[in-house]
């Protein structure tokens, strides 16, 4: 059994979590620990607050008790608003204060492209157009290439995740660029993991959406490979970055 721990801002979209665990169909156990949103707003300032290392810290004890083998801070916002220097130390601190392995959404999306041989990708984000854009350079920081990016102008996660699954896909369709080699869907709050074969169907190009790329990056850290098509295009490959 390998046991994969999630530290998960508030109460959205949780529940992709134990689908995905059905949909691995293995050995493998998803815990997820709720952390302290604090203000709910998809504004910089309370999202820097909320992946403070205070709020992270205060969930590590409890995961530590599931036996988690590694942690991810399933937070794509929360993480990328430090910048790439910032987020770094962010998942230093986190595997200190854990003891084990840490990553976050963030650095889940950077290795996931690469993973799958993505040069240019197309970001079609809730977020108000200037945390969109944060995302964006971050990946740019990567080594992505963003083409565009489509933001929605949705202030908190609570909205993102009372979206409908017609509303998930109609984003991922105006995100959609003719030059992206695959769309990125970065909110964690958003529900997307039903959605991933017929977004993949419908547009013809590798989707990655922040719950899949998270749960995709714990099972990087702790060397796992499984195949899972209906995870998408991205649980159809051996991973090629190591822990």
């Not at 949103?37 to 590590?60: C, F, N, Q, T, Y």
Request: aromatic share 6%.
């Amino acid at each position: 059994m390998t046991a994969l721990g999630f530290l998960y801002p508030g109460h959205s979209a949780e529940d992709d979590y134990p689908r995905i665990e059905q949909l691995l169909g293995s050995d493998i156990r998803l815990d997820v620990v709720h952390t302290d949103i604090g203000e709910d707003a998809h504004r910089v300032d309370a999202l820097r607050e909320m992946g403070s290392p205070e709020r992270l810290a205060a969930g590590v004890e409890e995961l530590r008790l599931t036996g988690a083998e590694a942690v991810v801070w399933a937070c794509t916002s929360g993480s990328f608003v430090h910048g790439w220097d910032g987020a770094h130390e962010q998942v230093r601190t986190l595997a200190r204060a854990a003891g084990m392995p840490a990553s976050s959404t963030s650095f889940a999306f950077v290795h996931a492209t690469a993973e799958l041989g993505v040069r240019r990708v197309a970001v079609g984000a809730t977020y108000p157009d200037d945390v969109a854009d944060l995302f964006a350079a971050f990946l740019r920081t990567g080594g992505t290439e963003v083409v565009s990016v489509r933001g929605s102008g949705v202030s908190t996660a609570a909205e993102a995740g009372a979206w409908t699954d017609e509303q998930v896909l109609e984003l991922a369709r105006r995100a959609d660029h003719e030059s992206a080699d695959a769309i990125l869907l970065p909110d964690t709050a958003l529900h997307t993991v039903a959605l991933i074969p017929t977004l993949e169907k419908e547009l013809s190009k590798p989707v990655l959406t922040a719950n899949q790329v998270t749960v995709w990056e714990a099972l990087r850290l702790t060397d796992r490979r499984v195949n899972a098509p209906t995870l998408g295009s991205l649980f159809t490959r051996e991973p090629i970055i190591q822990a």
